[in-house]
Structure formats: structure tokens, C-alpha cells
């Protein structure tokens, strides 16, 4: 286990301090708008959400995520000094809204991690799409944090959080969180961000068949009718720690076969372009959806891939952008920032990054997985969810 555990670590470090080179600087503008204005990529899949981490630290142990047996004591975390500051993922994401980014999300790691995280949610807040509104500017939270932030949160200009809950039994969601915490101070965290305002609230449910895959029906009776938005994700082979199997996988249409049963559903359509979640409104007595009753989503990257219309980019923690949720390598764009590039300079290349994006890891994992080769792929806990 240690000869694993040691390997695996090596490979991280390696993924994120190898870089992608980057496009030539260029004082023309470069990509191709749509008739709408919008950037787009080789398969014409638009740029409209970022979302960013802004750390690589967190304070749970989750096996589908950060198993405590490769991010343990001797983890080399990146040290201070080599995270974006504040003001340049600030001056990042503007040069991101210029191109047609409409909506940031901040992530992690644990973002509630981040000291004084409420002075960057001040400054994204203040910004306007090129459509002259606010962001949609949320936040996804493990919850640990979020009772006594939800206020300051809300008053810094955040929108809405999003946050993980992988079970309502205690004993579940401490095995699975593997650092002991309860359940009850991640619900009172969701009871203060929804007095705060922060909503809708989104709550994840990552499903492990045969671990916490017996939660799915407490978890939809307990927040039907709450106002919160629950959604299941198919467990990923999002990095290389997490010994993911496919067996592990609960495919999603067995989780909304699992629900009908006990409450009948009807499907909803997308709520905005590119939405990763398939919506499903709880019925009335008559059949037809019940606003008040709410919805549930369900999140199938394995089963059902979505990269036809994915529009989402990804800001490391050390300003590395990626493409892809699954991707080995990303861009470096703090040599950029921390170099003598112009704001022009930087909007240009992301420009020529987004355009030449051709991306579509989930579509092809079937291919990839029976050629035998091992396909490299950054950790979540970098890049965020």
C-alpha cells in the first residue's frame, strides 16, 4: 500500500507542474465568435462558465476524492507563494468575462479554506457580463465551513453555494468524509446559507454503489419540498487516486428508476445551455410536475457523456487552466500574469486556447479504457469539481 500510495503521489506532482505550451503572443485578436458574439471551440461549443479553485487543501479525507492514504501528512501541497493572489485571478477572470464568461464558480479543495475569501468574492461580484449584468457567481462547499460564513458570504456579493452531502446517516457521511465529522453541522450549514439568501441551494450526492448508495431515497424525502435542488453524480474516474471501477459506478437511470418507485417523477427541461444535470420534477396526484414539491438532477458523465455542449474552463489554484474536468495537462498562465504580458496579450491567448479546444474525455472513455494504456488525468481536488 505505501509503494501505491508513493507512486501515486509522484504522478500528481508531476501533472501539476507540467504545463502546456502555451499559444504565441499576438496583437490580433484570434478565435471564432458565434453570430451572438460568442467564442467558440473546434465542435462549437461556446465559452460561458469558469469556474476556479482557490486551493488545494481540504479538511475532509473523502475516498473519492482525496483518500487519506495519498493526501496524508506528507502530501507536498503547493506552498503560498505559488497560488493566484486575489487580484490576479481577479484580473483573470475579467479578461475571461471579455470572451463571454457569464458564470464563476469557486471551488476547491475546500474554498471555505481560503483565508479572507470574502475580499475575492467582492471584487468577481462587481464585474458585468458583456451583456451588462452580474455574474452568476456561486460556490461549491463541502458544508464543514458554511454555518458561520453564510452570512459574510452573502453580504460579500456570492450568489448561491452548492454543496456536497453524501448521505443523511451519520455514520455514512463520517466513514465516507474518513476525518469523523458529523452530518448534523454540514445540515445547519445548509439551514444558514438558506437564511442568508444564498439560493437556489444545490446539494451534490456523489453514488458509490455498495458504500452509500442505500442514502438515495432518505436523501430525496428529506429535501423534497425544502427549496434545495438535489442532485446524484455518478461516481468518476476523475484523477488517479481514488482506485475507481466502473463496477462502482450506479448508473443514473438506476437512481431515477429507484425514486419513481417511491415518488413518481416527470423530466423537466435544461435550465440554461450546456447543463450537466438531467432534471426531474417530483409529480402531483394528477401526474403534472409540482413546483412546490421541487426537483432533483442527476449528473451521468459515465454513462451518459455531455461533452457535446460542455462550455466550462477550469482555473487551478496556481492559475494552470484546463479544458477538461478529465485532462492530463493544462496551460500556464501565471507566467502570464507574473510576466510582462498585457491584458490584450492574455484575452488574446485564452482566445486561441479556447478555439483550438476539441476536448471530449467522457465520450471516448470506452475507447481509452480498452486500449490497456493508462491515461493520466489531473486530480479533482486541484482542479475542482
Not at 17 to 38: F, R, W, Y
Not at 122 to 127: C, D, G, I, K
Not at 151 to 158: D, H, P, R, T
Not at 195 to 205: D, H, R, S
Amino acid at each position: 500500500m505505501a509503494e501505491r500510495s508513493i507512486y501515486r503521489t509522484f504522478a500528481l506532482a508531476d501533472q501539476r507542474t507540467s504545463a502546456l505550451e502555451l499559444p504565441p503572443h499576438s496583437t490580433t485578436p484570434v478565435g471564432t465568435p458565434t453570430p451572438g458574439g460568442q467564442l467558440v471551440d473546434t465542435r462549437g461549443r461556446n465559452l460561458r462558465d469558469l469556474r476556479i479553485s482557490v486551493t488545494d487543501r481540504c479538511n475532509f479525507r473523502c475516498s473519492y476524492c482525496m483518500p487519506k492514504e495519498v493526501f496524508n501528512q506528507d502530501y507536498p501541497y503547493l506552498p503560498h507563494a505559488a497560488l493566484l493572489s486575489f487580484e490576479e485571478i481577479t484580473r483573470l477572470a475579467q479578461q475571461f468575462v471579455q470572451l463571454g464568461v457569464q458564470k464563476i464558480r469557486l471551488t476547491g479543495g475546500e474554498p471555505l479554506l481560503r483565508k479572507n475569501l470574502e475580499a475575492l468574492i467582492a471584487q468577481l461580484a462587481a464585474m458585468r457580463t458583456l451583456q451588462g449584468e452580474p455574474l452568476d457567481l456561486t460556490l461549491t462547499t463541502n458544508g464543514s465551513l458554511l454555518a458561520r460564513k453564510a452570512k459574510a458570504l452573502k453580504a460579500a456579493g456570492l450568489g448561491r453555494v452548492t454543496v456536497s452531502l453524501d448521505g443523511l446517516s451519520d455514520a455514512v457521511f463520517r466513514r465516507m468524509n474518513d476525518v469523523d465529522f458529523p452530518v448534523a453541522d454540514v445540515l445547519a450549514g445548509l439551514d444558514a446559507a438558506h437564511a442568508a439568501g444564498l439560493g437556489p441551494i444545490k446539494v451534490n450526492m456523489v453514488v458509490k454503489r455498495g458504500t452509500n448508495d442505500h442514502e438515495i431515497l432518505p436523501m430525496a424525502r428529506h429535501f423534497r419540498g425544502s427549496g434545495m435542488v438535489l442532485r446524484f453524480i455518478e461516481y468518476m474516474d476523475v484523477g488517479t487516486s481514488n482506485g475507481w471501477r466502473l463496477d462502482d459506478v450506479m448508473p443514473s437511470r438506476d437512481v431515477i428508476a429507484l425514486i419513481q418507485r417511491d415518488m413518481p417523477l416527470v423530466p423537466l427541461e435544461p435550465s440554461a445551455p450546456g447543463e450537466t444535470a438531467q432534471r426531474w420534477g417530483y409529480a402531483d396526484a394528477n401526474g403534472a410536475y409540482d413546483p412546490a414539491a421541487g426537483e432533483v438532477g442527476v449528473i451521468s458523465s459515465v454513462t451518459q457523456a455531455f461533452c457535446g455542449d460542455c462550455n466550462r474552463a477550469r482555473l487551478s489554484t496556481e492559475g494552470q487552466l484546463y479544458l477538461c474536468l478529465f485532462a492530463a495537462r493544462g496551460y500556464d498562465l501565471k507566467a502570464l500574469l507574473r510576466g510582462s504580458a498585457s491584458d490584450a496579450d492574455i484575452g488574446n491567448a485564452l482566445a486561441a486556447i479556447w478555439s483550438g479546444r476539441s476536448d471530449r474525455y467522457s465520450e471516448l472513455r470506452a475507447t481509452l479504457a480498452s486500449s490497456g494504456t493508462p491515461t493520466p488525468r489531473v486530480e479533482m481536488s486541484y482542479i475542482g469539481g
